[in-house]
């Protein structure tokens, strides 16, 4: 509604500026406060746990991955030993532990020749690929196309390699090994792929008698490291052993094709 008194012209109404509720402020700013500080709470609580969780179940299948490159001279030319020669091994086949933190863990691999490493089997499949391209060279029959498809023959041996140590483990109600143990493992057996296809490069022959050596020698290393990982974590290891020797020998055969497979160059 307009008014013109006076000559100005205005408008009527109810005023701007309100005068404020001190209760309902009051009220507002207690009620705010209780809840932002109940979420604040809840929140921590939520985020506190599932870290917790989290770390738990990560550290429960891996591991922390400089654990597994902790080596030095000594250790490499004595695991290299139990691997490629196990029935050569007179000592236990049992981890050392020791108390950190309140909890036992497992001492590194240079203080441990029966702890697994990452460093022997990186370094033995990056050793077949170099003699891969080295046989492939040859037999004339070298590109960088064939290269890549050794190099992911390799890696497709490895996968189904640990994919068998897992699976056994899984099958006798084990599944608690860490996966970066599992690929150490699995990766060891390049050791005994390139003593083969070195034996093949020197003299052809040989190759048929240094590459069944190797695969029964990995056989007989991943049978003493399996039942060392079932039993120390299997509380029933005695009620299923049959079942354990079945499967451990299963995998010991397993290893025989694997071997030719991947010691077949150029195929």
Known sequence: MYSTMGGQTGVTGTPQNPQPNPFGNTFYGAGSGLIRSGLEAYGERFLGSSSEFMQSNIS???????????????????????????FLHRGHWTRIT???????????????INAPDLYIPLMAFGTYIILAGFSLGLMGRFSPEALSLQFTRGLVGWVLQVMLLKGLLYSLGSGEAPLFDIVAYGGYAYTGICI?????????????????????????????????????????????????HYVLLFMALGQFPLFFW?????L
């Open 98 to 112: 020791e108390p950190v933190g309140g909890r036992l863990s497992y001492k590194p691999p240079v203080y441990d």
């Open 196 to 244: 083969g296809v070195l034996a093949r490069l020197c003299w052809s022959y040989s190759y048929y008698f240094a590459m069944p050596l190797m695969s029964l020698c990995m056989g007989v290393f991943l049978v003493k490291t399996m039942k060392r990982v079932l039993f120390s974590e299997m509380r029933n290891y005695e009620k299923r052993s049959s079942r354990q």
């Open 60 to 86: 429960r299948y891996f591991s922390n991955p400089q654990y597994y490159f902790q080596v030095n001279d000594q250790y490499v030319r004595n695991k290299l030993k139990v691997v490629l020669f196990p």
């Open 262 to 266: 991947l010691g077949n160059l150029g």
